[in-house]
């Protein structure tokens, strides 16, 4: 048997996942999770972030997370696990935030002893001791500075996959390197979250992946690799700065002797870490050609794989590197769970009232349309909120479920169709895709089979499928990515949901006339 180990460093929490291997045999055999704000209350933070009197401003502290890392790591050990069958460790780390070093941070990593706790062996590496993260939107002097010096804004959404972003670590650099230049310049090494951490595990400086490293608004996202013009766009003497990027397979080395020694861990290999939503790729079991995660949350948000470096032209969307070499997009809607419920309860239904009401209206709604913008949208950039509904009837309740239902299936589609990639297979998470109903619209208008995926932490998940992925390469036994997934992130086959030919025909029509009618509304917004 052999084990291997994902963490996941999101914005409240730190958790650990382990997953056995033995054969066709695989199973979760360990999870544990450490919240920052009630396990470690000394560093001050509401869920992860620290208090601000600027709203736009969001951080947190880089030693917090070292410290929950040692926590996390202490608690596997005690795990009662057989820690000589783990083979290798990787990590999925909440993206955009950055970590700033001075030049005691590389001997630091190198003398990390066993014998002291991690964190009072970090005393005075950090240039910052405030790490932006991606709830942060400080930043719009910056992006629009750095999106004028590389030629415009879709220049750099084709060089870098996204157009600038305030949460994105370029233009928070920026920010960094003009409020204080002394503190830039005493910063030798600029880590994300992920390479961060990394580091910590591997007791030398890690590489950044090009997953995470995309979503910087510094890496050039066909070529893997930064991107001088949109370095010189940020700071000066940037390059020397970071890390190089990898490939997400990458192994940066192996657990430093400081885990060996202080927790009695293997010399198991440490494997890149990646961002939280390329490992949430793998962790929904997207890795193949036309698959698609709908994940149905409080915001709907769409995880695609992508075959080539394509880019949103609306800007709207971020194209990452994925972890299988290839690329993925992210999509998010802000209205969803929120929209669903608030047509629920304006017709005083409940939820199975909801999946009666959505089946007894006809697919196609007779017509009529809802732009479901009941809060301002991201998908498309919607600020001024409102639903808009055309030829629903008020009275109708049916027609209102299924309005918002389709509007927002109708959404996903047109706004995911410059991926280019033909869909075949959908794997739905989050609360409400465990109704069906909704499920059978979404399979009608993307005309694919859905399944039902209960995806729990996938990118803890998705972390501990990479580590078993780049340690069988490593180890010169490669294996496909399907193997790899197979019965961790696989939907049960009884969940399919497949399209109905009668139905994927209406919604082909439909779809165009949603989008005029969009487009319309906001030309006119
Ligand atoms: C993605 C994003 C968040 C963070 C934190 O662009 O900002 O999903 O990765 O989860």
Known sequence: MALYLGLDASTQSLTALVIAVEGSTRRIAFETSLGFERDL????????VLPS????VAEAPPLMWAEALDRVMAAVAASGLDLSALRAVSGSGQQHGSVYLNTSWAPALRRLNGRRPLVDQLDGVFSRARSPIWMDSSTSVQCAAIERAVGGTAVLARLTGSRAFERFTGPQIRRFFERDPDGYGAT???HLVSSYLASLLAGADAPVDRGDGSGMNLMDLARGAWAPAALAATAPDLARRLPPVVPSSAVAGTLAPYWVERYGFPRARVVVWSGDNPCSLVGTGIVVPGALAVSLGTSDTIFG???????????TAHVFGAPTGDWMSLICFKNGARARERVRD???LDWDGFARALESAPPGNDGAIMLPWFEPEITPAVLEPGARTFGLDPSNAAAHVRAVVEGQMLAMATHSGWMGERIERIHATGGASGNRAILQVLADVFGADVFQLDAGNSACLGAALRAYHADRTAAGEPIGWDE??????EPARASRVAP???NVRIYAQKKQIYARREAEVIGCT
């Open 346 to 348: 304006a017709h005083g």
């Open 500 to 502: 109905i030919p009668a």
């Open 188 to 190: 030798d090494r600029i």
């Open 305 to 315: 794989y992508l075959r080539e470096p394509r880019v949103d032209p609306s800007g």
């Open 484 to 489: 790899v997934v197979a019965g961790f992130a």
């Open 53 to 56: 009197a600027d709203s736009l």
């Open 41 to 48: 209350p000394a560093y001050g933070t509401r869920g992860g």
